[in-house]
């Protein structure tokens, strides 16, 4: 059993979105990402199945062009290779669920 928070050890970056890996499983991998208001993440794609959680905050979430913006509370579940872009409009707690064949440094090197 592992017990990880969203919430403890925050760290907002001034220059660009905060990684950190919370949890590893057989099945995935969970990823907070930090946000402040106007840092973005470049679109992308990922090579498995993802879902995103904005824990706390909001985010223009962009997929294939089309913006929406996902607030506290709302989730969103993406399959493979689909594009999809963020942008923080209100300082941010993003909770990431990824594949756990999917590397975290991919996730990493997108900011």
């Not at 592992?2 to 925050?10: P, Q, R, Y």
Request: aromatic fraction near 4%.
């Amino acid at each position: 059993m592992k017990i990880v928070s969203l919430t403890e050890s925050l760290m907002y970056k001034e220059d660009k979105p905060a990684i950190t890996v919370l949890l590893k499983t057989k099945a995935s991998k969970e990823i907070r990402i930090v946000m402040k208001k106007g840092q973005l993440m470049k679109e992308h794609k990922a090579p498995f199945p993802i879902v995103i959680e904005i824990f706390e905050g909001a985010i223009d979430f962009g997929v294939n062009g089309e913006k929406k913006l996902l607030k506290k509370g709302d989730l969103i579940a993406l399959d493979e290779n689909v594009l999809h872009d963020l942008t923080c409009i209100d300082d941010c707690i993003v909770r990431l669920s990824i594949s756990s064949f999917d590397t975290t440094d991919r996730v990493k090197n997108l900011v």
